[in-house]
């Protein structure tokens, strides 16, 4: 369910306030999940699509995700968004996809990519926004058809 493409990753969140030392060397923008903070799924809210704190925007969505629960679950004690349909969302066209701390290895999601609680962390603190990181990410199939002629690694071995 992950989308496959390149995206461009500029947001950071977690549990964490920003001065503490977990997360005080994230230098993407960060948010953080509390009580207010949802990522809004509902295709007519103007805010589809996006992490947005009801207390800064005014609430026009039926339906989001509540992230504090996923934060005090662990599962988004760290994150970062990946930008896909974001530039210019299309409705139904997927909405809030994360990279983020998994429940187990190898434990599914509902489309999001995610590491143990220490991967992501590390990822958090190494993206620098100055560089314009990416994620790649495809099919294991579409990764190899593409390793030759982009120069990716080769994981077959």
């Not at 549990?15 to 903070?37: F, G, M, N, R």
Request: proline content about 6%; hydrophobic content about 35%.
């Amino acid at each position: 369910r992950s989308p496959a493409g390149v995206f461009a990753l500029s947001l950071a969140f977690g549990k964490a306030d920003k001065t503490e030392p977990d997360v005080k060397d994230i230098k993407l923008q960060y948010t953080q999940i509390t009580s207010h903070v949802w990522g809004v799924d509902d295709v007519k809210s103007k805010y589809y699509n996006r992490i947005a704190d009801d207390q800064l925007v005014q609430k026009d969505w039926d339906s989001a995700e509540d992230m504090q629960r996923y934060a005090n679950e662990g599962v988004y004690e760290f994150g970062v968004v990946i930008e896909h349909n974001y530039e210019h969302p299309i409705p139904g066209k997927g909405s809030c996809f994360f990279i983020h701390v998994h429940r187990r290895p190898g434990a599914p999601t509902g489309g999001c990519t995610a590491f143990a609680r220490d991967i992501v962390k590390e990822v958090l603190c190494w993206l620098d926004p100055s560089k314009k990181p990416i994620l790649v990410q495809f099919p294991k199939a579409i990764f190899a058809e593409l390793t030759h002629d982009w120069n990716l690694p080769d994981f077959s071995v």
